[in-house]
T-cell receptor, first 112, second 116 residues
Framework: GDSVTQMEGPVTLSEEAFLTINCTYT??????LFWYVQYPGEGLQLLLK?????DKGSNKGFEATYRKETTSFHLEKGSVQVSDSAVYFC???????????FGSGTQLTVLP | GAVVSQHPSRVICKSGTSVKIECRSL??????MFWYRQFPKQSLMLMAT?????????EQGVEKDKFLINHASLTLSTLTVTSAHPEDSSFYIC????????????FGPGTRLTVL
């Protein structure tokens, strides 16, 4: 079945540091890939997505590129802010049932 | 656009009572809605998929008589936790989509259920 493997957290960075959160996946067919962010006590917000190989999703300074050859969708940001502190989930949509398969989530804490 | 609301945001109830949680798509028609459960510091666990006008499809291990789902219209789905017990305490999150491959799921803000 489909699965998503995320870099284990928690991750603690200083403000303005470079962020990478690794995400790899296993899926049949050609899934769409997503990054969602969850702030404390809230639901999930879509951060970015990519629907086909080599697509780059970007939003709020975050980027991720759909790499079919390495089955990866790593999340990056050049300079994190305290307000980026949250839990980040990588997910895939395999298409047939439109269900999302989530990774385990990575807790990011950015210190001032 | 693409806003999903949930009501209530928090609910505390006594063991044995039933609790209804509403999920609404405010500015789009959702052909499919999903219900998730999230335990502290864990990922989301899909409970069921509901399509408007038809019976929900439950994931393995989820009791359909315990968690009643009704998707009566293209903008509203409800989850009723029947005869709630303390082990049902959790964060329940819904999402909605218009359908189609790669279509984004828009998530509600979640409902924190505490059963005493």
């Amino acid at each position: 079945g489909d699965s998503v493997t995320q870099m284990e957290g928690p991750v603690t960075l200083s403000e303005e540091a470079f962020l990478t959160i690794n995400c790899t996946y296993t899926a049949t067919g050609y899934p769409s890939l997503f990054w969602y962010v969850q702030y404390p006590g809230e639901g999930l917000q879509l951060l970015l997505k990519a629907t086909k190989a080599d697509d780059k999703g970007s939003n709020k300074g975050f980027e991720a590129t759909y790499r079919k050859e390495t089955t990866s969708f790593h999340l990056e940001k050049g300079s994190v802010q305290v307000s980026d502190s949250a839990v980040y989930f990588c997910a895939l949509d395999s298409g047939s049932a439109r269900q999302l398969t989530f990774g385990s989530g990575t807790q990011l804490t950015v210190l001032p | 656009g693409a806003v999903v609301s949930q009501h209530p945001s928090r609910v505390i109830c006594k063991s044995g009572t039933s609790v209804k949680i509403e999920c609404r798509s405010l500015d789009f028609q959702a052909t499919t809605m999903f219900w998730y459960r999230q335990f502290p510091k864990q990922s989301l666990m899909l409970m069921a998929t509901s399509n408007e006008g038809s019976k929900a499809t439950y994931e393995q291990g989820v009791e359909k008589d315990k968690f009643l789902i009704n998707h009566a219209s293209l903008t509203l789905s409800t989850l009723t936790v029947t005869s709630a017990h303390p082990e049902d305490s959790s964060f329940y999150i819904c999402s909605a989509t218009t359908g189609g491959r790669g279509d984004t799921q828009y998530f509600g803000p979640g409902t924190r259920l505490t059963v005493l």
